[in-house]
Each structure stands twice: as structure tokens, then as C-alpha cells.
């Protein structure tokens, strides 16, 4: 038996205005809208029929500042950075976005921002909506407007967050729980990360992070390799880096 389309869309929606259970965190919600889009796309020929599927490697430009702004996205598998730089050419990274995430509003009319643009964290697979086609999409689908929200409000807590380490922390504390929070599968091992992808993270020089690993690796917390840093005291890293568990 096929989905109820609309009634898959009504689910996944009410999970956060409806709701009345405590929710598990914006990541899973985001995943509810892999699983809705992945199905309307099975099953409603007119859906799929406007979208393009693109794959980006590690390290390559997902969108243009004037893509963001003619295009809707939605980050399928993956990570996408969104970056933006200044006079001197700095880069920052201002958000990580996880599968789910829908971005470019853009192309829905609103108001961009010229200096915004998307780079693959690591391997990816995104959903491209012309403009043309975005601001009807979202009203005829509810789930791409619930989406984006969603990504509002995840762009918005990790800006609280990095702000929160600017004011707080030093930037050894801060590259040490970024090194804790890379390493997503508890394996003690980052891979294919640069010194520069972390220095863009922080909003510093890469020199500056180059630096601060090496007194890392002096005190014994880690281990250096090409695109690759091995933790080897992770619980002092947490200390260091002010990431306590409750």
C-alpha cells in the first residue's frame, strides 16, 4: 500500500507544533524530513519532476552567494558548511548543516545574504529547487517550509553557541571541543580535515590553530598526521575544552 502523501506530511509536521512529547532534538526532526521528501518524490510525479539531485565531493562549492539566492537546497546526505568571508578574504564558518536541512531562501524572495555561501563538509547529496518553482513548492508542500524553519532554528542555536565560546573561552578551549565534537563516531580519529577547515570553524588564522595543535600534540593530547588528528587523551580534551557531562 502506498503512503497517504499529505497525511505523511501532516505527521512529520505535527511532531513540532503540535506536540506535547518532549523532543529529541532537531537533528531527528530534520531526518523526518529525509524520509517525507524521499517518499513524496517516490510517489508524486509532479514533485519529482522539479527536482535535481547533485552530488558534491569533501571540500567542493555546494552553492554560489548568487545560487543561494535563486535556488532552494535541501541537504539529502552529508554535511554542507555555510561560510561567508570578509574584506580580507577570512572565511567563518556560521553553520553546519546536517541531512534535512533545507537552505537558500532566497529563492522563496526574502532577503540573502550577498557574502553567504555552501561548501561540502564531507561527501553529499543535495536537492536543487529552481526559483521559479520554490514558493509554490513550499505552500503545495508543507513539509519544505517546516523544513527550512527547522534549519532556522538550528542555524540560529549554533550561533548562540559559537558566540556563547567567543565571549567565554579561549581559543585553545574552543579548538579542543571542536576536536571532541569532530570526532562523531567516538573512534578517536578526525580524517579529512584540514588545519584550515579548522581555523574557518573558528574565525582565525590558520597558523594560529597550527599552533595550538602542536602544544596539543607537546602535552600528549593528540596525534598529527595529513588531514588526519588522532585524540589520544579525549577526557582531557573535554576538560579543556569546558565540555562537561551532567
Known amino acids: 500500500m ?30 523526518s524530513v529525509t524520509q517525507t521528501l524521499t517518499a513524496l518524490r517516490e510517489e508524486d510525479p509532479a514533485f519529482d519532476k522539479v ?24 541537504l539529502m546526505s ?31 524572495g526574502t532577503t540573502s545574504d550577498p557574502n553567504v555561501f555552501a561548501e561540502a563538509a564531507e561527501d553529499s547529496a543535495v536537492w536543487t529547487i529552481p526559483a521559479s518553482e520554490a514558493r509554490s513548492m513550499t505552500m503545495q508542500y508543507p513539509i519544505l517550509g517546516w523544513g527550512m524553519l527547522q534549519t532556522y532554528g538550528m542555524r540560529l542555536m549554533q550561533v548562540e553557541n559559537s558566540l556563547e565560546d567567543v565571549a567565554y573561552k579561549k581559543l585553545p578551549e574552543r579548538l579542543a571541543a571542536l576536536l571532541v565534537e569532530l570526532d562523531t ?25 597550527s599552533a595550538i595543535l602542536r602544544d596539543f600534540k607537546r602535552q600528549g593530547l593528540v596525534e598529527l598526521g595529513y588531514r588526519r588528528i588522532k585524540l589520544v587523551d579525549t577526557e582531557t580534551l573535554r576538560d579543556v575544552g569546558g565540555l562537561w557531562e551532567w
Open 51 to 74: 527536482i535535481v539531485t547533485q552530488r558534491f565531493e569533501r571540500g567542493r562549492l555546494v552553492a554560489s552567494a548568487e545560487a543561494m539566492a535563486s535556488r532552494m537546497f535541501v
Open 78 to 108: 552529508g554535511r554542507v558548511n555555510l561560510l561567508c568571508t570578509n574584506n580580507e578574504g577570512r572565511r567563518l564558518v556560521i553553520a553546519t548543516l546536517e541531512p534535512g536541512a533545507i537552505f537558500g531562501e532566497g529563492a522563496l
Open 185 to 209: 563516531d567516538q573512534s578517536g580519529t578526525i580524517k579529512g580535515v584540514s588545519h584550515q577547515a579548522l581555523a574557518d570553524r573558528l574565525g582565525t588564522y590558520r597558523e594560529t590553530v
Open 2 to 31: 502506498k503512503t497517504n502523501l499529505r497525511e505523511f506530511q501532516n505527521i512529520a509536521t505535527a511532531g513540532v507544533f503540535n506536540s506535547t512529547q518532549p523532543q529529541t532534538g532537531g537533528n531527528l526532526r530534520l531526518n
